[in-house]
């Protein structure tokens, strides 16, 4: 079955064809660095890093480009605020350092590059400059905007048309654009004193003056480059003028992703992107999870709390394009799932390297069963990369493994080196990880343990039985399972640690 994806461009499911049958052009919008990640952020990260890995299992090249927006009034407005930093670039590099310590904690496939809008500057102007001389955009007192009459196609992303569309940009710019809605290519002097305002959090006092952020040198004079067209000259200067796959937010596909198509194509009269994917988004009590309306769990929060394969499970449980709730009843589902996915992994894996796995037992119903499994996990990705049918059949698998092993003596070898290799290679696409290490303050956990255990062994030893039954309890008591065997004590953590 080939790969079929939901293109926003022509709101139809199509196949997908790149360019190079060989490679993939990948861009995301990342984030404007000016708070600390959050679980809506991580949702979009993680599905953008399945849609990577599950490119490069069908075969492909993948290059993966995801930037950060390090110049904004948003960042501005933090300047000098909890030591975050003493200017416009110090800040996002504080926010830059913490979001790239979050994807790896996210198991985040790494991008090609990361680049920043503050080292594009010469691209950005450059880019601006063709669209004047092309005669797609005009100069007014400093700023440049693009004239969004001079596209003949502007609104075809968001499906809107140009005379229903309101007036882009600062209140204070109407005046100097011919028609509502154009927008800012580049913008005369420093940052808007009352956008740093607006974006400042409340109840934080700053004194001296306000700061004013980066300015550059252009040929329009001193100024800031507008937010469109920064993505647009980031992805044709790493990636090329057409990409295979445009990711983000659907909160972005107006005006963001629009003005991207317009300005993109207009300077170079090739298509921008291919195919447009959009993320729904993640709701925390009927509204989306966002910084500005601080109904957020910041990602290395999360991280801490549930460990990153049940974060992993709650984020992938539903597709890319649907939306998703977050709250305590779907973790303690996406806990439950991975506790059964790990369980059983665990299981096999003890299993297979028995004694009792005989090379002549053959369960024909338990491979056919992981077969089909499989089946049904590479039709669900190739299916607009559908997730959560994805994990279902992951747990098919488990579910055929704990069948296998129910009341038998010997069990199935081939079947359950099959069962195994499925578990690791499909959850490996989910970003899921069976044998490796836990992320987060499970660490810790387990270190602790072990010394607990440490302990009560020196108290059997001594003879404090008492005390080290005490020692079992309190352990128990805190959710984590303690077993004694021949080779010394053994130990599970609560699902997800």
Known sequence: MTLHVTNTLTGEKEPFEPRDPESVLLYYCGLTVSDPPHLGHARSWVHVDVMHR????????????????????????????????????????????????????????????????????????????TLVEEGYAYESNGSVYFDVTSFEEYGKLSN????EIESQGDPDERSEKRHPADFALWKAGAVDESAVEEHRHEGVEHGGDPPAGETWESPWGEGRPGWHIECSAMSMTHLDETLDIHVGGRD???????????????AT????????????????D??????????????????????????????????????????????????????RLERAYEAAVEAVDSPDARTKVEDASFREEIETARDAFVAAMNDDFNTREAQSALLEIATAINAHLEDRAEYDYRGLRDAVDALEELGDVLGLSFAG???????????????????REREREAGNYERADDLRDE????????QDTDDGATYRLPSGE
């Open 54 to 129: 599950w490119l490069e299992y069908l075969g492909y090249d993948v290059r993966h480009v995801e930037n950060f927006t390090d110049i904004n009034e948003k960042i501005v407005a933090r300047v000098g605020e909890d030591e975050l930093g003493e200017d416009e670039l110090g800040v996002a590099e504080t926010y830059i350092e913490r979001t790239l310590a979050d994807m790896r904690s996210l198991n985040l496939l790494r991008a090609e590059v990361y680049p920043r809008v503050s080292e594009h500057i010469p691209e950005i102007i450059d880019l601006v400059e």
């Open 160 to 163: 809107q048309e140009l005379d």
């Open 252 to 266: 972005l596909v107006f005006p963001h992703h629009e003005n991207e198509v317009a300005q993109s194509e207009a």
């Open 269 to 284: 009269g090739q298509a921008f992107a291919n195919y447009w994917l959009h993320c729904e988004l993640f709701q925390m």
């Open 286 to 339: 009927d509204e989306k999870m966002s910084s500005s309306l601080g109904n957020f769990v910041t990602v290395d929060d999360a991280v801490d709390r549930w460990g990153t394969n049940v974060l992993r499970t709650f984020l992938t449980a539903g597709s890319y394009n649907s939306k998703q709730l977050y709250s305590d009843e779907t973790i303690a589902e996406a806990e439950e799932r991975w506790d």
């Open 437 to 455: 290490e836990t992320t987060g303050t499970a660490d810790l956990a387990g270190d602790v343990v072990d010394l607990v255990l440490e302990v």
């Open 475 to 482: 352990l128990q008591a805190l959710g984590i399972e303690v």
